[in-house]
């Protein structure tokens, strides 16, 4: 039962377009989400997070939207930049829960 | 600030072996994590320790694996009679009381032959 899914295995962007990555959620109780950035090798990397009583929260050249009706969540990165190329992971848990409910990733490549 | 770390980063061993793996997290962090990954898949929670307290684990985690935070400091996971389907990515992350973010360490790559 995978309660989080990141149907896009893949995606490629071209330098300076902007990468949008897409996350849903199929738990209501989900209140909190996160997204992470992992390297080959390396642990994953806090990047972004959003509490639901939000709809969209901005960290530099990261954005991070929540359509909580769709069950719905999306990255947004302007401009990409070569080392944004790595494998980006949306987590959700909820206030009492201790536990990150993780998608399966999304390859970003950013094309030079 | 020194982040969350890990020992080993890679570890090979035969089928049938034990081995432990330690994690320390960053510092007056109370809150500590062990997730697996394997390949094509996102990190899966194992357990998770408030200070020294085992309070959550998951039924991933079989009686061949027991985990420690003796002090409430760093913690270790150790796997008995090791099987290949347990290798994988062992993560460990740590979160601040009243933190809501949970913080990664670069992992121990674990390869049962």
């Known amino acids: 039962d995978q309660q989080v899914k990141q149907n896009s295995p893949s995606l490629s962007v071209q330098e300076g377009r902007i990468s949008i990555l897409n996350c849903d959620y199929t738990?209501?109780?989900?209140?909190?989400f996160l997204w992470y950035k992992k390297y080959p090798a390396e642990g994953p990397t806090f990047l972004i997070s959003?509490?639901?009583?939000?709809d969209k929260n901005e960290d530099g050249r990261f954005t991070v939207f929540l359509n909580k009706s769709a069950k719905h969540l999306s990255l947004h990165i302007v401009p990409s930049q070569p080392g944004d190329s790595a494998v980006y992971f949306c987590?959700?848990?909820?206030?009492?829960?201790?536990?990150?409910?993780f998608g399966t990733g999304t390859r970003l490549t950013i094309i030079p | 600030d020194t982040g969350v770390s890990q020992d080993p980063r890679h570890k090979i061993t035969k089928r049938g072996q034990n081995v432990t793996f330690r994690c320390d997290p960053i510092?007056?962090?109370?809150?500590l994590y062990w997730y697996r990954q394997t390949l094509g898949q996102g990190p899966e929670f194992l357990t998770y320790f408030q200070n020294e307290a085992q309070l959550e684990k998951s039924r991933l985690l079989s009686d061949r694996f027991s985990a420690e935070r003796p002090k409430g400091s760093f913690s270790t996971l150790e796997i008995q009679r090791t099987e290949q389907g347990d290798s994988a990515m062992y993560l460990c992350?740590?979160?601040?009381?009243?933190?809501?973010?949970?913080?990664f360490g670069p992992g121990t790559r674990l390869t049962v032959l």
């Open positions: 959003i509490s639901s009583i939000k």
């Open positions: 510092s007056e962090h109370n809150r």
């Open positions: 738990n209501s109780m989900f209140d909190y």
């Open positions: 987590a959700a848990n909820y206030f009492g829960n201790e536990k990150l409910t």
């Open positions: 992350a740590s979160r601040p009381w009243g933190g809501d973010t949970q913080y």
